[in-house]
């Protein structure tokens, strides 16, 4: 006992440490900023390999840097996929623009004036005149004219054509490139640029070779080329003689360059050429707004619903349940700091499971303590205290525990290897809640309870405790005593009724993908006054998106959702809510994924679900017969179809959020099924079991696991409900999708599962195998709960 109270305190103490010192990750979804996903793409001359995406890692690094973002990461996901977050940045335009660029600077001699060119204006003197800015789409531009001979036709700032020779330097040969503004000749900002040992000679030839050209002539011209755009085209200043060139290894390139316009030029020189094309697969953008919003929320819904939980388990357990509340609290800490010990990132999703987790934490209390219960019953018998009966409580329920947390780190690491982005981060908290409950449970709560019971006020008082009676649920089960699987096929025929209702609604409202699985843009804007959804669907296919869905939600709140939409082309939408709202209209979100990525993401889905069916099924094949594991996974089925065909009537998004809600609901549905067929083996097992009826064995371990899953179902109830008022948003769907998964699972665990493992073994002819290596135990004697 001493040692079990000091690794408590330690794990605490330790726990505390880190969560003070160690502040937890934020991810964008929660501080504000943007995430890009990049796929590099094979060009003709390089293969997008995992050596090539490694060495675009570094280009794009060098990039971001010199946007001045503060801590921006860049992570190589695969061989081919880059996750660019930038925390601050909330306009995607110019970021994407940067880093989409594969800036290939180039230096030619212009050899004349093509012959197609319109008529020549004034003629141009040592200067250029202003030129289109370096931040336009490479698109906008005309197209390139290439000739066998290595000839180009490009227009110049002016739109005049030009015939250019061969590329006589690229972007390799400049050593750096610094934005500098005039302030004696008044010309406006320009680029400096200082080019290495071999381009200082390179740009020497060049410029001498054009200075042999008379002013005037368009050959005494230099043409500096970015992605197929001439930027600047200047003749070489009358003073620099023939065959000499510009000396000394700088130039400047002007332009009529504004602040930003010249700082992009000169990160995009310095940060180099792509070795590889990339292509934008994903792309999200969250306002600061709204994530302190959700930490808000989330906190309060924390706080809300852990009161409520804290003040039920006190009520139902007494002086052992004041115990649990600290034991939450411990495991609230405990979860933080190994979050925070090991750098997860905390996403909005991920800040829902911790929440969520809070609530699934008192299931292991509660299996024990219900376990306690009884076993102090049996005191007439055995003669057992408080101690001896919660020291047996902990040794019984540690195999219900072990089986059911596991169902639940199964679903928990499927999340964490088939999902993606924010819903990747729960399965990392779930996993994490998962280890915390359990470590809080058994540790902190054993080493507080067994202080407790062994206090002379408590043992002389035993109904102080909350084990000294069977609690009036199970009083009320043991008197009435009902047959619940003699009706076994009359519960199964209602659950296959509510399946086909609940499916029913897939192929008469059809699912509402989100643009996870369908590819497309999604954003949600906040607007000061309410906007009509017919009369923005209207305006919006007046400014060229007549396939845009539009939908509002609560007071001020819009989204639009389109099959692809440019950052050009969604700023415009931006425009057109703001024009209808009277005013600007804040983006609080915008999302977009890719057609391929969300091919893959669809795929994917499936695959998280195949697998965890799969693997539900294998665990408990292993750890039960196999009846009482297809039972259960037969009830998960049933549970998700459920799940899912409501979300259909109800019109509810089907996006990545529901995916982590709806594993989830898996882990949850076997969690509640483990309890009750680990309570079957353990009755088959006992002496006194044999010539008792698989029906009767099964019917006696579910009215004994009652208590438990009543119990651990409110605590859950308690925090979803908080997180559904005040989550808003994607969270009130999420803990919607939880509340229906938690309430069917509850149902199906009982009423669903044990009936058809009941049907399955009777068909089989073959009784559950009592567990592997356990002593047998005399038969439970239940009893009235104490009057004293």
Known sequence: MRVRALLALAIVALSVYIAVTVPARLGLDLRGGTQIVLETRDSPTATADAKATDRTVEVLRRRIDALGVTEPVLTRSGDRRIIVELPGVQDPRAAADVLGRTAQLTFHPV?????????????????????????????????????????????????????LGPSSMTGADVSEAQAVIDTQNAFGWYVNVEFKDKGADGWARLTGKAACSAPGDPARRVAIVLDDKVISSPQV???????????GGTTRITGGFSADEARELALLINGGALPVPVETV???????????????????????????????????????????????????????????ALGATLTLPGLAGFVLAIGMAVDANVLVFERAREEYAQRGTARKSLRSALTAGFRHALSAIADSNITTLIAAVLL??????????????????VVASMVSALVVTRALADFAVARKAVRRRPLWSGIGSTGAVRARLLRRDPDLMGRRRRWLAVSAVAVLLAVSGIFVRGLDLGVEFTGGRLVEYSTSSPVDADRARDALADAGFPRAVVQTSGEGGLTVRTDRMSNDEAARIGETVGALAGGEAEKVRDELIGPSLGAELRKGALIALAVAVGAQLLYLAVRFRWQLGAAAVVAMVHDAAILVGVFAWLGKPVDGVFLAALLTVIGYSVNDSVV???????????????????????????????????????????????????????LTDFALALLIGIVVGTYSSMLTAAPLAVVLQERGGRRPRGGAGRPARRPVREEEPSRA
């Open 111 to 163: 050899l004349s004036m093509a012959q197609d060119a319109p008529p020549a204006g004034p003629e141009q003197g040592a200067k250029p005149d202003p030129s289109p800015s370096p931040s336009a789409s490479p698109s906008a531009s005309p197209s390139p004219s290439p000739s066998p001979s290595g000839e180009t036709v490009l227009a110049d700032e002016d739109g005049r054509r030009l015939r």
């Open 237 to 247: 200043d009358e003073s620099i003689g023939c065959d000499t060139g510009i000396v």
């Open 282 to 340: 994903e792309q999200r953008t969250v306002g600061p707004t709204l994530g302190a919003e959700a930490i808000r929320s989330s906190a309060l819904a924390a706080v809300i619903g852990t009161a409520l939980t804290g003040l039920f388990i006190i009520a139902v357990y007494r002086l052992l349940g004041g115990i649990a509340v600290l034991a939450l609290a411990s495991y609230g800490v405990i979860s933080y700091a190994a979050l925070a």
């Open 416 to 433: 964490f290897l088939l999902a993606s982005g924010p819903v990747r981060g729960f399965g990392v908290t779930l996993g994490i809640g």
């Open 676 to 730: 009750v067929f680990d309570r079957v083996r353990e009755l088959t097992g006992a002496t006194g079991a044999r010539g008792k009826s698989i029906a009767r064995l099964t019917n006696t371990a579910l009215l004994q696991t009652v208590p438990r899953t009543l119990n651990t179902g409110m605590g859950a109830v308690f925090i979803l409900a908080a997180l559904a008022v005040l989550g808003g948003g994607s």
